[in-house]
Every structure is written in structure tokens, then in C-alpha cells.
């Protein structure tokens, strides 16, 4: 009874964890139906039992959600199909790809779901983050791309970002260098408005680049965790 009641407790903070990180307006909670939100929950919980990181300090459980997320979620790459077909158009249900339902629960989802997984988990263990646009160095990138800030225990600004440390490991190649040659670009109220354009990938990185509305940084020294 009482195990029952300390796990009733739990998976009660977790969709609690779970509505906060939905809040933001860099993601979109209306793709969710109330079995998805549930099914995201018992992930959670169990994930949460999995990683035991009570006694570790803020950095290292940091990491150690960034590693687990990477080691356990894929990429699914058919999501941009619709994007780079001249026809555009994205089947509804292939939506749930934004989500960290998809990565939790279907072990397969984009840049969105990523962050969303990954600051839901953050947030379990009373982490803070926020979630932030960048650009990849490439010119032939042409979308935004999702990633994780947090603050560390002695107040550096820290990036966390499980798809781009499994292309780095894939590429062998610095992670902490590679990210350090992206621009970083804050949201504003135009990317909330946009998010779901170009067949759910949002405003394109040249349509970010043309406005003057949008703050860009460039490298991970310049990049700051803001509160608003």
C-alpha cells in the first residue's frame, strides 16, 4: 500500500514535470492526447528508477541524462521527407515525432523530440533549462535545429544535446568543438508562430537569417541562460 502510494506521488510530479516542459511555447502540446501523455509518464517514472542520480551533483546528472537519451533514442530521419518533397505535405500523424512521447515511448524522434525528452528528465531531478534554436555549419542545412542549455553548478552556461553527440561520435569528431561553430539563434514570438511551418519544421534558418527580430550568437561562450 504504501509503495503504491509513494508511486501514485511519483508519477503524479512526473506529469506534473511533464505539463511544465510542455508550457513552453518551443513545443506544442496540442499534439498530445491523453493516453500519449500517460504513456510519457510511465516512461518517465521508469526511466527516473533506471537512472538513480540522487546522489550525484547537478553536472553530472546532467550528463548522465544526455548520455542515457543518447544511447536509447535514434533519429528518425523520415520525419523531413515531407520537407524535401516539393509537394510538402506531412501526414498528422507523423507530428508525434516532435514530441518526447516518440523518443520515450517509440525510441525514434527529431531534434524537438530530443529536447523535450531531455528537459523533462532534467526537470525530474529538479534541473531548469531552456530550450534554444541553432544553426549546423553547413550551408546545405536550410532547417533550424533544436538544442538544450542549462546552467552548471559553477555557473557556466552548458549544452546538452544527445542527436548531435551521436553524430559527433559518429563523425569522430569533437562534440565541444562542433558545437561551438553553430549560431545560436533565441525564440521569439514569430518562431512560436511558425514552429509547424515547411511541413513541421518551422521558420527556415534563411528566413531566421533575413529578419531582424531574432538574436543570434555565435559559438558556446556567447550563448547566456535567460530566464525569460
Given at each position: 500500500?504504501i ?5 501514485d506521488?511519483?508519477m ?21 492526447t491523453s ?6 509518464a ?7 528508477k ?5 546522489r ?8 548522465q541524462?544526455?548520455q ?9 530521419m ?9 509537394a ?5 500523424s ?10 520515450a ?5 527529431t531534434?524537438?523530440g530530443?529536447s ?5 528528465l ?9 530550450t ?16 538544450t ?7 557556466r552556461?552548458?549544452?546538452l ?8 561520435l ?19 514570438q514569430?518562431?512560436y ?12 534558418a534563411?528566413e531566421?537569417?533575413?529578419r531582424h ?9 556567447q ?6
Amino acid at each position: 500500500m504504501i509503495v503504491n502510494m509513494k508511486n501514485d506521488m511519483i508519477m503524479k510530479e512526473v506529469l506534473a514535470d511533464i505539463s511544465l516542459v510542455l508550457s513552453d511555447p518551443m513545443f506544442s502540446k496540442e499534439l498530445y492526447t491523453s493516453d500519449m501523455l500517460n504513456e510519457l509518464a510511465i516512461a518517465i517514472f521508469k526511466i527516473k528508477k533506471l537512472l538513480s542520480l540522487q546522489r550525484l551533483n547537478v553536472n553530472e546528472r546532467a550528463l548522465q541524462i544526455e548520455q542515457y537519451v543518447a544511447e536509447h533514442v535514434s533519429l528518425y530521419m523520415a520525419y523531413f521527407a515531407s520537407f524535401n518533397n516539393d509537394a510538402c505535405e506531412i501526414s498528422p500523424s507523423e507530428l508525434i515525432y516532435r514530441t518526447a512521447y516518440s523518443a520515450a515511448c517509440l525510441g525514434k524522434t527529431t531534434c524537438y523530440g530530443f529536447s523535450e525528452l531531455v528537459r523533462i528528465l532534467l526537470l525530474s531531478f529538479q534541473i531548469p533549462s531552456k530550450t534554444i534554436l541553432a544553426k549546423f555549419p553547413k550551408e546545405k542545412y536550410k532547417i533550424m535545429h533544436y538544442t538544450t542549455l542549462f546552467k552548471t553548478d559553477d555557473g557556466r552556461n552548458f549544452i546538452l544535446d544527445p542527436e548531435r553527440r551521436q553524430y559527433c561520435l559518429w563523425k569522430k569528431i569533437s562534440f565541444e568543438e562542433y558545437m561551438d561553430q553553430l549560431v545560436y539563434v533565441y525564440p521569439n514570438q514569430d518562431w512560436y508562430q511558425h514552429k509547424l511551418d515547411h511541413c513541421g519544421v518551422g521558420r527556415l534558418a534563411s528566413e531566421v537569417f533575413e529578419r531582424h527580430d531574432y538574436e543570434l550568437v555565435k559559438g558556446l561562450k556567447q550563448v547566456q541562460y535567460r530566464d525569460q
